[in-house]
Structures are given as C-alpha cells and as structure tokens.
C-alpha cells in the first residue's frame, strides 16, 4: 500500500521529494511547476493524476489523446488540476512474447507512479486486454482514490453482406482460410476490414470484458464500460470521469470489496466472457487480500445464466449491447443474483444505482430475462483432477458439448516452437477424436501465458471439415476464440505439473458434468517420467529474470509473488 499522504496537505504540498529540508523541497517543486505556466491559484489545487496510455503501438488507444483531454476540462470545471502523466501501453497483437508477460510491469510502473507523484486521485485511462486489469491492480496497491476510464469497442464494418470486427470473425476466416475454403486474395480484404475504427475488440472479448468487470466492481463511471470508442458519449464520459476524479474520497479498497468481486464474477458468467478474466481477478484478488476460489466460482456458474448474446459465443457486437442497455440493462436483469451492498467509486451502493436506473430500456433481443435466457447456467467452468490439481477453465459457451465428455488420445507438443513446426505436417499422426496438448505456455514456460491455447486444427483435418477437437494447454487463449478449449492448466508444465509428463498416446478424461480431467497414466511410469523432467533454464537478467523467479501460477492471476497482499 501506498504511503499516506501528509495529513491535512493536498495537491503539490503531498509527498515531497525528500533532500531533509521540507520547505526546500516543496520552493523547487512549485519553480519547476511554475517553469510549465502554472498560476499560484492553479497550484493551489487538488491534483488529479491522469495515468496517460497513449501509444503508436497500442491502436486500441487510438482516442486517449481526446479522451484525456475531455478528462481535463472536467477535472478543471470541478475544481482540481489534473495532470498527465506517461505510463507502459500493451497491445495483444504488437507484443512478443505476450502481453500477459508485460501486465504485472504495466501494473508496478503504474503503481510506482501513483505512490511518487503528489496526486489526491488518479484517473487511469485504459482499454486493451491487459491495460485495465494492469491499472486496477495498481490502483489496488497504491490504494490511492482512483477511477478507471475505457477507450471503448470499435464499431463493426459491413462486408459483403456481412459485418466484421475484430477478432472473432478474424479468427473465423482464417480458420476457413486454412481449411482451403476462402483464398488468399479473400483473406487479404478481410484484413482491410475487420478493424475500421479506433477501439477496443467490438466483441465480448477479454477488452470488453474487463470493461464490464471494471463497472460491476464499481472502478468506472455507472454506464460507461459500452459506449463505443467513437461515440460522443464517449467524450461525455471522460469528461464527467474527470469531474469524478476532482472529487473521489473512497480509496480502491473500499470499492473493490468480496461483493463487488461476487458481483463481478456474475456478470462475467451472465455475459459469457472471456476466459483471461479469471487470471485477471485471481490477480487482482491477490492484491487485495482475499483468495479467488475455482470452486466457488464453479458453484456461481451452475446459478448464473448467460444473458448475452455477443460474439464470440452469441451473434452480436458490443455496440448491439450498448444500444441494448449495456451494464445498466444487464445489472437490472442480475439484480436478484446480485450482492446490492457492494459500493462503487461514486459512492453509491449497487441499490442505489439500481434504483435510479430502474427505467431504463433493455432489448431483451440482446439481454435476454433470467426467466428466458441463453443458457440456464454460466459460460465458463472449472476443471480439476489428476492433470490439473489446481484448476483449469474452459468456456463451455463457446464449446462443443459433443465433446464435453469422454476419453482421448493425447497428440503431444512441447512447445510453441513445436507445434508451429509440426501441427501441419501431413505426416502428423493425428485424428479429429484425439486431444491436442500444447505444454510450456503457462506463466514460466513461454513465457508470460501467451494465447496460444487456441491450437490451430491440424491442417489436413481442417481441409477434412474439421471445426472443432478437444485442446488442452497452460496457456490462455483470446477472449475471442471460440472452441473445446481446456486452459490455465496449474500447475504449469514448467513448474513440473502434470502437464510436463503427458506423451503422445497418453490417455486423458475430460468431463465437463463431472469437472474433471484427468491423465490415465499408472503413479509409476508417471514417477519414472518425473525422474527425467528437468525444469527449464532461468533467465540470467532483466525483466524475464525478475517475472521468471517470482511469476505465479494462474490460479494465482500469474502475478509477481512479491506483490501479492499478505504474508
């Protein structure tokens, strides 16, 4: 946690520099501020930090520019100076290995700057899968008042009859494409056209998802995680986020409270989201102190339905959902599963905000009743069993149910290097009812949990018609895959788990009814097999150093051990 601010001192009096002179300090701060224009009257003010993540390398932050600049007349109208400042931007598809492995980086730069600066509050300005779970973990450590604002989903583009967004209808037509069924020239105006505006992924994605958690905590501005990137609400939202920010008293750890985590947890259920959020509030859970339970979180999916009909498991577009209520309408349908004492940043109680809001229109063409939903139970469940002791998650809203039950031959790679080498060779001995099992891509292994768990069907099963097989790794996959997906296996295969053991030819069970899986392999080859493993070699420095001896596993939210809240 943060150190306190000096009692009864705000704005450029907090958290001095420290030369052992007080007044020294404070008379060189205000010249290098009075250096940027500043008034006495300006920097007499509260300051609102505002956590900048623009980047040429981040598209999904595209509009934080305008954003942070809307923020700032509101800040300024409320009676605060807000000041921006830069911190690490992630973007999934421009990051290598992962993004995942830049996250709890992401998250200590930002935490270190909340803690240096002297801010009253902080406004954190994200959008991109992993920035939002990287700010709302700092926010938790620095405990520092602090609001979240969102960049937004793209809009969807018409094509050729059809609309596209990134990224499930992405990896939809490649998966044709590898199948022979749509030809390179296809594929390349596709390419032009599944991203058109700037935004966050127009799916209920892992970006979508975490912008709808952030509300159901009660981290950003009630109504605010769906507005499209685009739209001028958006605008209005940032600009109201940063009058929020002037006057912010609850710190994050009033806010994100084990009802707002229950909270957000239904929500995730109800709107079949992505799988990534289960790492991202193990982690944030972590910080705060109290345990995400796989169990607990099994037991809310058999009592939530899934209410949501987006993309990737349903047939819409985050602007279908924001037209269709957005958070407002899905709470409001939630509310008799919801904990309603749970509090958000505005200081209201989840009652209160559903009592103001109880007018307000639903499509229920989108948001379907708990009485007519989409499915009677949620869209993710835990797994447990010999392969995976810890857990593992598979979203079976985004499955085949044909495939939930019943045992496979496992078709073995060991690494990301190995299955790009082989999974389209012809000679590869392999059938659509066996299991592909990617190992070492979980935390240590790849490193950073990459989205590989989304293993490509093997070419010539593909081109055989081929839409699905069972597939099962430590790795993640995109919020916007789809398929029978078993992730997050834990331990992972580079922590030795039993991942690390599986052959091809093993036998693995897998059942969904009864949340298993497990490895049919007798204790004593399994035991002559765990004499020959050998861990793989450390990182000798740097960041890959650091995150390598001190990661997590994902049941953990693979954050860095040493941040984790606790003893």
Known sequence: MAPASTPGRHGLESRVTDYGDRDFSLYLRKSFAKSMGYSDAMLAKPIVGIADTASDLNNCHRTVPELIEAAKRGALAAGALPMAFPTISLCEPFVSPSTMHLRNLMALDTEALLNAHPLDAALLVGGCDKTVPAQLMAAASADLPAVLLVTGPMLAQRFEGERLS?????RRYWARYRAGEVDAAKISRIEGALATTAGSCGVMGTASTMACIAEALGMILPGTAAIPAVHADRLRAAEATGALAARLKLRPSQVMTEASFENALRVLLALSGSTNAIVHLAALAGRLGFPLDLRRF????????????LKPTGEGYMEDFFAAGGMGGLLQTLRPLLRTDAVAVTGETMAERLEREQ?????RAVIRTLDDPISPVGGLVSLFGTLAPRGAILKRAAATPALFEGERRAVVFSSL????????DPALDVTAE??????NAGPIGAPGMPEAGYLPIPRKLARAGVKD???????????TAFGTIVLHVAPEAAAGGPLALVQSGDRIRLSVRDRRIDLMVEDDELGRRREAWRPP???????DHLYATQVGQADEGADLKFLRKGP
Not at 166 to 170: G, K, L, S, W
Not at 417 to 424: E, G, N, S, W
């Open 298 to 309: 099994d037991a809310l999916s058999e009592e939530t339905p899934v209410l949501v009909d």
């Open 417 to 424: 290097a190995d299955l790009a080498a082989r999974i389209d």
């Open 166 to 170: 990134a990224c499930t209808d992405c």
């Open 434 to 439: 066996d299991a592909l099992v990617l190992q």
């Open 469 to 479: 097989m069972v597939r099962i790794s430590d790795a993640r996959m995109s919020g």
């Open 537 to 543: 070699p450390t990182p000798a420095r740097g960041w």
């Open 359 to 363: 007018t307000i229109f639903i499509d």
